[in-house]
């Protein structure tokens, strides 16, 4: 898979020379909450994120134009005045499954702590290693995860180097906002937000987690269009996985992302799955993810096959 090839590239430190771009992001910039005038400057900063997203260089390795990672943004912009914008940001990443016209979510996650200066016309300026501003640097935060996890999808801890940028974005935007919301342990929300999203993925107790997006993908969705059977019982394996970091964490902020981007795709794996299978699997998902448990037992369990 050519995932794989760019992760070797990684892994091998080969330097590969490309102007080929890697997300293929869609944005959406929503101002019902906010009254204005003039609403042009909202689609300069929707234009300016399209821009910034998908003109930048962020594998370190070719991307084929058929292997970019779809990923989408929306923009609620709850607060407005001049120049200084507040806004609740929607972030989901997809990938294809192999040999299907499929698209599985990896990722999904709803940032209600983004304060950002933008002024019509601007370009969005960034530097890896340097505090820009708050936009640009939340942007290539979640460029790193999404690029992340979908590294993870295809290799064992294949989203490592992706995964410590994001660490570099946020302790360097720590430093450069005065640590703004989002970016620190304190910011509210709980443990919620990007300051333990990047420290959850790098935290070797969620090891288990980082394993099982890579067996639920490559071993599981991946094989189900040749082997039904072997392809799901590779995702109830990843679920056990799961249940390692359950046991140790069973309120952590990784489990909760993984169940809102699986919870139905789980339900339709599952709902043709045998009845010995379907109470298995049931009884695990319903302990680690109890707020849908309901949901667990009419969607698998009443399934007819």
Not at 18 to 36: E, M, R
Request: hydrophobic share 35%; net charge neutral.
């Amino acid at each position: 898979m050519k995932r794989l090839l760019i992760a070797l590239t990684i892994v091998l430190g080969i330097s590969v020379h490309t102007s080929a771009q890697d997300l293929n992001c869609t944005v959406d910039v929503i101002t019902n909450q906010v009254q204005v005038t003039n609403k042009q400057i909202f689609d300069d900063l929707k234009n300016s994120i399209i821009q910034f997203m998908n003109n930048r260089k962020w594998v370190d390795g070719e991307v084929a134009p058929n292997e970019k990672i779809d990923c989408n943004i929306i923009f609620e912009i709850t607060n407005f005045k001049i120049d200084q914008f507040q806004a609740n940001i929607n972030i989901q990443s997809s990938r294809t499954v192999y040999n299907s016209s499929y698209n599985t979510t990896v990722f999904t996650y709803v940032d209600n702590q983004v304060d950002f200066q933008y002024a019509q016309f601007q370009s969005l300026e960034y530097q890896e290693n340097s505090y820009t501003n708050n936009l640009t640097s939340v942007l290539a935060f979640y460029a790193n995860i999404i690029i992340g996890l979908d590294f993870d999808t295809y290799q064992l801890n294949g989203g490592d180097p992706y995964f410590r940028k994001a660490l570099n974005i946020r302790d360097v935007a720590n430093i450069g906002t005065g640590q703004s919301g989002g970016w620190q342990s304190a910011a509210g929300n709980g443990s919620r937000n990007r300051y333990f999203l990047i420290d959850n993925l790098l935290d070797p107790r969620f090891k288990p987690l980082r394993t099982a997006l890579y067996q639920y993908h490559i071993k599981g969705l991946d094989v189900m269009s040749t082997d039904i059977d072997g392809g799901r019982g590779e995702i109830y394996q990843s679920v056990k996985n799961l249940k390692q970091v359950f046991d140790a964490l069973p309120n952590a902020f990784m489990l909760k992302l993984f169940f809102n981007a699986k919870t139905e795709e789980l339900i339709q794996v599952f709902s043709q799955a045998t009845p010995t299978q379907k109470n298995k699997v049931v009884e695990l998902l319903a302990k680690m993810d109890p707020s849908n448990r309901s949901r667990y037992e009419d969607g698998i369990l009443k399934a007819r096959n």
